[in-house]
């Protein structure tokens, strides 16, 4: 198992800034991809940037420019600084963690974009 906590999330103006942090433990080992997806409410839940463990990125259109992920391996966190928000951002942001053939899910932090 793999246990994912997520840091970061708050109110902030449009065109600020936040960063999260999901720090994985547990079955760490052999975790391919790391990621970050969003819900906002009456939506489904979307990608909004993930990085596999070669570092290689991808990002959804609505991010590119503007949201920049990054990985620390030796402390096993995945972050994501998001810059320009804009109240669109607005959802709730979860971590995901692809190991093995089984995808991992942290508890969710809420981001509120205002305008």
């Known amino acids: 198992q793999v246990q994912l906590v997520e840091s970061g999330g708050g109110l902030v103006q449009a065109g600020g800034s936040l960063r999260l942090s999901c720090a994985a433990s547990g079955s760490i080992w052999s975790i391919n991809t790391m990621g970050w997806y969003r819900q906002a409410p009456g939506k489904q839940r979307e990608l909004v940037a993930r990085?596999?463990?070669?570092?290689?990125?991808n990002y959804a259109d609505s991010g590119k420019g503007r949201f920049t992920i990054s990985r620390d391996a030796a402390k096993n966190t995945v972050y994501l600084q998001m810059n320009s928000l804009k109240p669109e951002d607005t959802a709730v942001y979860y971590c995901?963690?692809?190991?093995?053939?089984?995808?991992?899910w942290g508890q969710g932090t809420q981001v509120t974009v205002s305008s």
């Open positions: 995901n963690v692809q190991r093995l053939g089984n995808a991992y």
């Open positions: 990085i596999s463990r070669d570092g290689s990125t």
